[in-house]
């Protein structure tokens, strides 16, 4: 198949990419700019797999008859583009993984929900007896998944990044939860070019495969009127349609017409709270309908799953203030979702690296739900600017410890103190975890 594979990136992507391909007895490289993490320099060397760290040799990448990219690499950078210019394909760690299981894929897309609405499906899968793995943009890379185990089914959250690469990889059940402008630093400021690569996700879809989608997003309808689609589409939305397989609210209940098998389940039944986890949940629901899933395995899974680490994450109650870690929130998409499920009068920490944020749907919100704004960044003149007007309190600091302590004085007792930044986190954390874990130590130890 491959007589001289390279691998561009050193991360969990890259990894698994090295590793499933030394498995399957294929000649790899691996070439990472930065210094490769102990844990996986171990995996390197205990399987004799070739690699080099602190810098690229473009001799030896363009010696490739193939290229797998790692995601965090942009498809703009001088070095793809040297590539690209002497003809070598270059696909994405989803694209080489596929081509080594059977398993049904669910894939799992959009701006925001991918990893709630994955674990959830996960959950319902596995708690129903199902041989299922769970991979891509949440815990384990795809490549690493397969490598050891073979799985029935695997659930797959997809990254736009993720999807750029792609040229035959085709999940049986693809599901797109919403779409709003994210990471458009990636694609020029065009927020056409993201959406192309979310849709990446159905481009070899067939007549037997499904296509599971929020009605209620606008852009996703819109585009599913302008594109060929070829797999069977199921909404999911707050108001019944006409379709005739569909999952919708009808006074406070979920109801799903699927293959003519229906189901039920009140909204306060569902462990997960808020609008978007509704939709989360609705879209989980189909896939168990699709897969033939019993209506009491799927109540009781419903009802029973653990929300996610650094989504709308309970910490701590101090003195009758709550305390949320949603620091998985890095759109604005994100945070709307979290201002809206508050129920009591928040102080909002937010704030990092910017990705070409407009600010202004948040406006209503802000002005009816946050009595105080702490700025946790390197900077934050937009935040600043935006909201300065329909805030009493809006405050900057430079360390985690320095904004709960902050929050801690600003807030009365019934209020909440909600992280749910709306920005990268890479200026003062090494990632959305670290700045999770982070507001929780900060907030234990006051």
Not at 248 to 254: A, G, H, L
Not at 356 to 366: D, M
Request: glycine content about 6%.
């Amino acid at each position: 198949m491959n007589d001289n594979l390279v691998v561009l990136g050193g991360g969990e992507s890259g990894i698994g990419a090295a590793y499933l391909a030394n498995k399957k007895g294929i000649k790899v490289f691996l070439s990472e700019k930065k210094m490769i993490d102990k844990k996986y320099k171990k995996i390197l060397t205990e399987n004799n797999i070739d690699f080099e760290e602190g810098d690229h040799s473009l001799d030896k990448l363009l010696s490739a008859t193939e290229i797998v990219k790692s995601p965090g690499i942009p498809d703009s950078s001088n070095l793809i583009n040297e590539i690209r210019r002497n003809n070598i394909p270059i696909i994405s760690e989803i694209e080489f993984a596929s081509r080594f299981t059977n398993a049904k894929i669910i894939g799992i897309t959009g701006s925001n929900g991918k990893t709630t609405t994955t674990s959830l499906i996960y959950h319902i899968l596995k708690s129903s007896g199902f041989n299922v793995g769970v991979a891509g943009n949440i815990g384990n890379s795809f490549s690493f998944l397969i490598a050891n185990t073979d799985f029935e089914y695997i659930v797959l959250e997809l990254s736009s990044f993720q999807l750029d690469g792609v040229l035959t990889f085709k999940p049986h059940i693809a599901i797109i939860t919403n779409l709003s402008p994210d990471h458009l630093e990636r694609y020029k400021d065009n927020f056409e070019n993201y959406i192309n690569s979310k849709f990446n996700l159905v481009l070899n879809q067939v007549n037997t495969d499904y296509l599971i989608y929020n009605s209620d997003d606008v852009k996703i309808v819109s585009e599913l009127i302008r594109r060929k689609i070829h797999s069977i589409k199921i909404p999911f939305s707050f108001s019944k349609t006409n379709f005739n397989n569909q999952v919708y609210i009808e006074k406070n209940i979920i109801k799903s017409e699927i293959n003519k098998n229906k189901f039920m389940i009140p909204i306060e039944s569902l462990s997960l709270k808020g609008n978007h986890n509704v939709q989360n949940s609705m879209a989980a629901t189909t896939v168990a309908q699709l897969l033939k899933i019993s209506n009491e395995e799927l109540r009781e899974s419903l009802g029973n799953f653990q929300s996610i680490s650094h989504r709308l994450e309970y910490v701590l109650t101090i003195q009758k203030v709550k305390y949320i870690n949603d620091s998985k929130a890095t759109n604005v998409n994100a945070v709307f979702y979290a201002l809206d499920s508050m129920k009591n009068s928040t102080v909002w920490i937010a704030g990092g690296i910017d990705k070409g944020n407009n600010y202004e749907e948040l406006l209503p919100l802000v002005r009816e739900k946050v009595k105080a704004i702490i700025c946790l960044g390197l900077e934050n003149s937009k935040l600043l600017e935006t909201f300065s007007s329909v805030t009493e309190i809006i405050v900057e600091t430079t360390s985690m410890v320095e904004a709960v302590k902050m929050a801690y004085k600003i807030a009365n007792p019934s209020d909440s103190v909600l992280l749910s930044p709306a920005c990268s986190s890479f200026d003062l954390f090494k990632n959305y975890e670290d700045r999770g874990n982070q507001f929780k130590e900060a907030v234990r130890k006051l």
